[in-house]
Structures are given as C-alpha cells and as structure tokens.
C-alpha cells in the first residue's frame, strides 16, 4: 500500500514563494518517477513538473518553467516542489503523484490527498 503525503502549501502573496514536499512510503521510492499536478474547482488535474528515478531529468509545464524546481531525496523517499516567483493563476491544490518505472499504461500508480497552495493579489 503506497502512501504519499503532502505538506508545504498555504496562503503567500504574489511574488513569494513555497515549498512543497511528498512523503512516500509503502513503496521503493527510487524505483518509481514522481510527479505534481494541479487542480482547480471544475477542471480537471494539470501536470506541472515530473521527475526520473534517479533526480537527473526532469520537466516542467511552460507556466511554470523557471519559477519552479522539482527534486527528490532518495534516501528521505521524498519529492518537493519549490515554488517561486508564485502568481494568483498558481493558487490550486497541489497533489502528488507515483508512477512506477515498469509502468505498462503510463498512468500514475498513486496519488496523494493533496495540498493548497493560495496566492493573493
């Protein structure tokens, strides 16, 4: 049973920023990519940055390419997401996401509860 637990998110005026972090466990962490996503009310989940198993490649979405920075912690079986530079279009809630690295369908295996991220004007 894999368990991935979201913490960081908050309420931060424009411009500042935060720090997002993924606990996982029941699983191999270096075995499965990692990912974060978002979603606002109606709409469906947006990916925003995703990473390898090993931390050396990663993506981002292009609304967030050089504001954010997705790393992970092998040895603490942890993802984070910083996030600077944030802006109102940013407020959403943030969610975690495991994709194992034998995936056959591409899907993200597990999901985390999520965590709010507000920016005000």
């Known amino acids: 049973q894999v368990q991935l637990v979201e913490s960081g998110g908050g309420l931060v005026q424009a411009g500042g920023s935060l720090r997002l972090s993924c606990a996982a466990s029941?699983?191999?962490?270096?075995?499965?990519?990692m990912g974060w996503f978002r979603q606002t009310p109606g709409k469906e989940r947006w990916s925003v940055a995703a990473?390898?198993?090993?931390?050396?490649?990663?993506s981002y979405v292009d609304a967030v390419k050089g504001r954010f920075t997705i790393s992970r912690d092998n040895v603490k079986n942890t993802v984070y997401l910083q996030m600077n530079s944030l802006k109102p279009e940013d407020t959403a809630v943030y969610y975690c996401?495991?994709?194992?690295?034998?995936?056959?369908?591409?899907?993200?295996?597990?999901w985390g509860q999520g965590t709010r991220v507000t920016v005000s004007s």
């Open positions: 996401a495991a994709r194992s690295t034998f995936s056959r369908t591409g899907d993200y295996d597990a």
């Open positions: 029941g699983l191999t962490f270096r075995l499965y990519n």
């Open positions: 990473i390898n198993w090993s931390g050396d490649n990663t």
